[in-house]
C-alpha cells in the first residue's frame, strides 16, 4: 500500500504512520522534567496539586513555610523561578557527552505554566519567571549539537489538577487567577481532598472549550517549535478525547512530512490505536520483545521527576542494564532529569549522565542502530512487566544476557561481569536459535582478542582480568 501524503483524522488513516529511523536507531533519550515546582523542590512534581489538598505533607509543609495558602499560592512560586543560570548549550553539550540521540524537556506540566511562548496565555517563561523562552531557547541548543529535539506537554491534566484549592480559602478561587489555576473542576472520584486522579472515564468530562483549547496549545507547539516527538501523559486516555487525538495527529504527521523530517507522538496504556503512535510505559518495561517500537520513559530518581531535596536516586549501573534490556525487546530509554530552579542540574545527575555516555562510548555499536534477536536474553532474573515497575526487579546475574544485531553481527551484553568465563547457553551448537556458525568473537573495549569455543552447552568465553568499562559487558559475536 502506497503511503499517503496527507493523513486524516481518522484511525484508518493514521494507521499507515510509520515510525522514523532516527527513533528506531537512536534508542536513548533525555526528559527534562523543569517548571515553576523545582522552587519548592518538596516531595515531587505534583506539588502544585497536593500543597492544596488538606492533610497532605505537601500542605503542612506550605503553610508552615509559606503561610495561609490566601496570601502565598503556587502562582507566588513563579517570581521565585528565575532560571538566572540556565545555561541551555552547556545543557546540550551535557546530553551529547551522555550518548543522547534525542532530547525532550516539558513544555508545560500539569500546572498550567507554560515553558515557552504561549500566544494564548500570560502564564508563561516568556511572560514571568525566568522572562525567557525555554523551549526554544533549548530546542536551538539541542538542535546544535546534532541531537533531535522533542518535547512534552501534560496540558489535558490541568483540567482538574488544581481542584483541592477550591475546599477551602485559597487563591485559587480567586478569580483574578482564573487563567492560570484552569477549571480546577472535581471529579465523582477525585474531588480534591485526598491526594490521586480522576479516572479516565470520570465525569464530568472536559468541556468541548477546554477540548479545543488543549487543541489549538498543542499544534502551537508543534507548528512553533517543529518537534520530532511530541510525548503525553496518560490522560489523554480519557473519554473525551479520541476525537481531538485525531485531529493532533493528522495535523501533526502533515506537517511532519511538510518539514521532510520523521515526528513520533508518545502515549500510554490505550489513548492511540496500535499503530498509530508509540506506546510509552511510565517507569515500567516489557518481559519479552514487542513487534512495533515503544518506550521507557524513567528518572534519576526513584522518589521524583523534578528537583527535590532529598533525592533518592538510582545507580548508573542499574540505568545502563535497564536500558540494555529494553532495547533488547526493541523499546527506547527516554531517563529523566530534575534541574535545579536556577538552571543548574544537580552533580549527581551529571555523574550519572556522563557514566552512561562513557558506557556507550564503549558499547554504543551494541545499541544503535540494533534490533532484536530471536530472543531477548537469557538468563535468571525475571523483569517485572508493566508501568511503576522500575524498582522492583531483582539485581541482575553474571548469567543474565541480552542480545541485539545488526548486520552480520549479534551482541550478547552481559549485565554482570562473569569472571573467568561467560556462558551463553542460547549460542550452543544444539541451540535451534543459532542456524548460522559463529566465525568470530570480541569483547567490545578489550585490550586484546579473547579466546572462545562453542559446545552443546553453549558458547564459553575467556574474559580478561582487566575490565574494559564499568559496567554491563558487550560480546561481538560475527556469524556466517
Known sequence: MTKPTTFEPTWESLQQYEIPDWYADGKFGIFIHWGVYAVPAFANEWYPRNMYIQGTPEYEHHVKTYGPHTEFGYKDFIPLFRAEHFDPAAWAALFREAGARFVVPVAEHHDGFAMYDCSTSRWSSVHMGPKRDIVGELAQAVRDEGIVFGLSTHRAEHWWFMNGGRNFPSDVQDSAYDDFYGPAIQHEDCDGTKVGTPALDSQPYPSAEYLEEWLARTCELVDNYQPQLVWFDWWIGHAAFPEVLKRFAAHYYNRGEEWGKGVAINYKYEAYKEGTAVLDIERGQLSGIRPLLWQN??????????????????????????????????????????????GTIPQPEQALLREIGAWLEVNGE????????????????????????????????????????????????????????????????????????????????????????????????AFPDAKPCAYAYTLKILLK
Open 297 to 342: 520513559d524513567t528518572s534519576v530518581a526513584k522518589n521524583s521527576w523534578s528537583y527535590v531535596e532529598p533525592q533518592d536516586y538510582k545507580t548508573a549501573e542499574s540505568l545502563i542494564q535497564d536500558l540494555v534490556d529494553v532495547v533488547s525487546k526493541n523499546g527506547a530509554l527516554l531517563l529523566n532529569i530534575g534541574p535545579r530552579a536556577d
Open 366 to 461: 551494541a545499541i544503535y542502530g540494533t534490533r532484536p534477536w530471536r530472543v531477548f536474553g537469557e538468563g535468571p532474573t525475571e523483569v517485572v512487566e508493566g508501568a511503576f515497575t522500575d524498582t522492583k526487579r531483582a539485581p541482575f546475574t553474571a548469567a543474565d544476557f541480552r542480545f541485539t544485531t545488526k548486520g552480520d553481527a549479534l551482541y550478547a551484553i552481559c549485565l554482570a561481569w562473569p569472571g573467568e568465563t561467560a556462558t551463553i547457553r542460547s549460542l550452543g551448537s544444539e541451540s535451534p536459535l543459532l542456524d548460522q556458525q559463529i566465525a568470530a568473537v570480541e569483547l567490545l573495549g578489550a585490550a586484546s582478542a579473547l579466546s572462545w569455543s562453542v559446545d552443546e552447552q553453549g558458547l564459553h568465553a
